[in-house]
T-cell receptor, first 109, second 114 residues
Framework: GQNIDQPTEMTATEGAIVQINCTYQTSGFNGLFWYQQHAGEAPTFLSYNVLDGLEEKGRFSSFLSRSKGYSYLLLKELQMKDSASYLCAVVDSNYQLIWGAGTKLIIKP | DAMVIQNPRYQVTQFGKPVTLSCSQTLNHNVMYWYQQKSSQAPKLLFHYYDKDFNNEADTPDNFQSRRPNTSFCFLDIRSPGLGDAAMYLC?????????????FGPGTRLTVL
């Protein structure tokens, strides 16, 4: 079967750095997305990785290791508005998008 | 601004009473998707249209139907809602429909079944 694993919930402090991990076991791999979803709202695109390494985009960075079936999303200089769920989604060999259940990030002052 | 619009944002229906959710897009994308998302769960793809070609996921119940009368609009019909169908329903679009294409989501419709 196909599986995406993310921690259910994480807590961090405003101004700090947090890393949200995602491990996957899928039939093939054609890329990995990270989406942000605020409570009661739609997911919004954050990043897409298809090659190994770190991609930085402002306060957010995403890392991929295809050999390890592993990605992480790194959030720096945390702000209260970063409180949201972060969903990892993998494109499999059939170009289907396999979604994780998301990690709920709670930011405390 | 180009966007994906869903109406209504909140929908209440009674057990067994048919309901229709709507989605429109101004992005001129070829592909439109319908997802069901329950609390703290991954979005579950129900079906998608590549232009007018309808693609049903194997495990989508027959109770769920969809229509896409034109490029801009797509509808989700739930013929006989059950209590288990209470969820957020998300509409999304993408340009080409390839799995590597970014999907753009509407704000969702939260369905309550009484």
């Amino acid at each position: 079967g196909q599986n995406i694993d993310q921690p259910t919930e994480m807590t961090a402090t405003e101004g700090a750095i947090v890393q949200i991990n995602c491990t996957y076991q899928t039939s093939g791999f054609n890329g990995l997305f990270w989406y942000q979803q605020h409570a009661g709202e739609a997911p919004t695109f954050l990043s897409y990785n298809v090659l190994d390494g770190l991609e930085e985009k402002g306060r957010f960075s995403s890392f991929l290791s295809r050999s390890k079936g592993y990605s992480y999303l790194l959030l720096k200089e945390l702000q209260m508005k970063d409180s949201a769920s972060y969903l990892c989604a993998v494109v499999d060999s059939n170009y289907q998008l396999i979604w994780g259940a998301g990690t709920k990030l709670i930011i405390k002052p | 601004d180009a966007m994906v619009i869903q109406n209504p944002r909140y929908q209440v229906t009674q057990f067994g009473k048919p309901v229709t959710l709507s989605c429109s897009q101004t992005l001129n994308h070829n592909v439109m998707y319908w997802y069901q998302q329950k609390s703290s769960q991954a979005p579950k793809l129900l079906f998608h249209y590549y232009d007018k070609d309808f693609n049903n996921e194997a495990d989508t119940p027959d109770n769920f139907q969809s229509r896409r009368p034109n490029t801009s609009f797509c509808f989700l019909d739930i013929r006989s809602p059950g209590l288990g169908d209470a969820a957020m329903y998300l509409c999304a679009t993408s340009g080409t429909g390839g799995g590597t294409d970014t999907q753009y989501f509407g704000p969702g419709t939260r369905l309550t079944v009484l």
